[in-house]
């Protein structure tokens, strides 16, 4: 786990190509805004996502466990974060131990995948079957959410 991702960068970026901003939820409920624009790549470490510049920067640095849900929104950066609207999707249990379910949404593709990108699962519901999956930490993509959630 210690090998940087950059699978889960292409992943995360094609989920919304009109998209002007990544806004990551943190756990206590506050907000990152990060200008897509800046953003030259992803680096998920084992404890770290990094956003870094195409200099080669680091814009932002945010512990992976308090990281609650990644999304994309077409609001710049000069809209505060009071503005932007996070859809209401909920994933519980959080963690589980076989079935996700997601409300908030209607029933449309989920992904599920492990931490270095790879895609596991594909469902067309409100819930998932993560009972064969290894105790660990999974990404689903909701739409154009990407939600964290604990396997047990």
């Known amino acids: 786990m210690k090998n940087t991702v950059i699978l889960i960068c292409a992943v995360l970026c094609s989920l919304q190509c009109m998209a002007t901003s990544l806004v990551l939820l943190q756990t206590d409920g506050s907000q990152q805004l990060q200008d897509i624009a800046k953003i030259g790549k992803w680096v998920f470490t084992e404890e770290n996502l990094q956003l ?50 997601i409300t908030g949404v209607t029933p449309q593709t989920l992904r599920v995948f492990d931490l270095q990108g790879r895609l596991l699962i594909i469902d067309n519901s409100t819930q998932v079957n993560v009972s064969h999956l290894n105790t660990g930490t999974y990404l689903l993509q909701v739409g154009t959410q990407v939600i964290r959630f604990i396997k047990q």
């Open 52 to 101: 870094i510049d195409k200099d080669g920067n680091v814009l932002a640095i945010e512990a992976i466990a308090e990281v609650k849900k990644i999304t994309f929104s077409i609001y710049t950066s000069e809209t505060t974060t009071e503005n932007v609207a996070i859809n209401s999707i909920v994933v519980y249990p959080n963690p589980t131990q076989d079935i996700l379910h």
